[in-house]
């Protein structure tokens, strides 16, 4: 039995049947958000109940916008860990430190949370082919997700898309349309080829409504893990910004729920170079202004143009007193040493979040006694290139025991 209830439209208000198959509000064109019968839900539902279930986003299927359970897509994502990281939540200046890391989803990021969703309404409404833009890891994602569920899939990804998420999507499958130009303005010219409905693809881009609720699996996750206590903070990283507008969404109904207390301060880290979310946030500005991109390391997460999400993510930190930081690529180089030392290897992209909490702590931002959640992206393995290029592999090669013997002596 669902609890889905339909869609409101953010901006007009119109609302919609749960059984439609919608992107943007047909009325108006800005963003749905899906709407549950939470007094139900409450009656129904044992909280305690659900941790029962196996730990992937399904768990918490009674908040998720299915109809029919059959046409679940999963590889088992979700669930992935929180780990306390004591000595770096020292070497930064917070009292505790969490670190949620989604480079343990089953294709190495954050996107298997929400194409799990969008897989299953594809299967659903009985398209064929998933498709969808992206700087990778969506591109990935959607392509491991279509293998699954035995659907075609089309991707189309910037010119310059790290090779492992690249030569990922191929391997499973899908067909890869290299882009020249940067993602933003990709991202505008595959809305526009979806709007012109002259290809039968179920779209997992930026305007699905269903794909984002897979996103507020985040907050029942780390609400679950922390004893249903939201903690003080949790520090996102964020291109469009919809992981961070979900983690808010998915507190507030747990609180309507009844089952966590406490919301915490929803904190934005994006790249210096491209950091449309942060820089509105710094200047006090209602609206969110597209930037121009620079270079950075972090690719996944340099939107130059955050579109109508962005503004959402924008209101959630605003709404919850939160805080936005951007981050140099040395510094985030900074924050990926950091996760290594703690034995975690995580993609520039994924490691934002760290770098932008050392420096909120450092500008008197986010305070010593605060609990914080860092959310961690992507894998290492996701941006591979990147890694090597920061160490250095000995180019001298021993043979034999007596000289294995001498290297041992002199490390030792
Ligand atoms: C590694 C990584 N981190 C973060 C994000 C940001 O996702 P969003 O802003 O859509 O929540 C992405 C999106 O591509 C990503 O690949
Ligand atoms: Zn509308």
Not at 55 to 76: F, H, N
Not at 169 to 179: K, N
Not at 208 to 219: L, M, S
Request: glycine letters at 8%.
């Amino acid at each position: 039995m669902s609890y889905f209830t339909g869609f409101h439209c953010v901006s007009c208000q119109a609302s919609y049947p749960p059984d439609r198959d919608l992107l943007l509000c047909p009325a108006c064109g800005n963003l749905l958000e899906a709407d549950y019968d939470y007094a139900r839900l409450a009656r129904d539902v044992d909280r305690d109940r659900l941790a029962t279930r196996e730990a992937t986003v399904w768990r918490w299927l009674e908040l998720l916008p299915v109809l029919d359970p059959d046409q679940i897509v999963t590889l088992g994502e979700g669930g992935t860990p929180l780990l306390r990281a004591d000595r770096l939540a020292r070497s930064i200046g917070v009292r505790e430190l969490w670190l949620k890391s989604d480079a343990a989803n089953p294709t190495g990021s954050l996107k298997d949370r929400s194409i799990t969703v969008s897989a299953t309404k594809a299967r659903e409404f009985g398209y064929p082919t998933l498709a969808c833009d992206s700087t990778g890891n969506k591109a990935s994602s959607a392509a491991a997700y279509a293998a699954r569920a035995g659907l075609g899939a089309v991707v189309f990804c910037p010119h310059d898309t790290p090779l492992p998420k690249m030569a990922q999507a191929i391997f499973f499958g899908a067909r890869l349309i290299r882009v020249r130009g940067h993602y933003s303005e990709i991202n505008a010219m595959y809305r526009r080829l979806i709007g012109t409905r002259r290809v039968k693809w179920y779209d997992c881009g930026t305007d699905n409504p269903f794909r984002y609720e897979g996103k507020k699996t985040y907050a029942y996750e780390i609400a679950q893990a922390l004893g249903w206590r939201a903690p003080d903070r949790i520090v996102q990283p964020a291109a469009g910004g919809m992981s961070l507008a979900k983690t808010w969404k998915g507190f507030n109904e747990l609180r309507r729920l009844g089952w966590c207390e406490g919301l915490p301060r929803m904190s934005v880290a994006q790249a210096a170079a491209c950091g449309p979310i942060a820089r509105a946030w710094e200047r006090g500005d209602a609206a969110i202004e597209p930037v121009e991109r620079g270079a950075t390391i972090a690719s996944a997460v340099a939107a130059a143009d955050p579109g109508l999400l962005g503004q959402r993510a924008l209101d959630a930190i605003r709404a919850s007193d939160g805080a936005a930081a951007s981050v140099t690529d040395d510094e985030i180089r900074q924050a990926m040493r950091d996760l290594a030392s703690e034995g975690l290897f995580i993609e520039p992209s994924g490691s934002v979040a760290v770098a932008a909490l050392r420096k909120l702590v450092a500008a008197g931002r986010v305070g010593p006694d605060e609990r914080v959640v860092c959310v961690l992206t992507g894998s290492g393995f996701k941006d591979f290139e990147r890694v090597a290029d920061m160490v250095t592999i000995p180019e001298r090669v021993v043979a034999g025991f007596d000289e294995m013997l001498q290297a041992a002596m002199e490390t030792a």
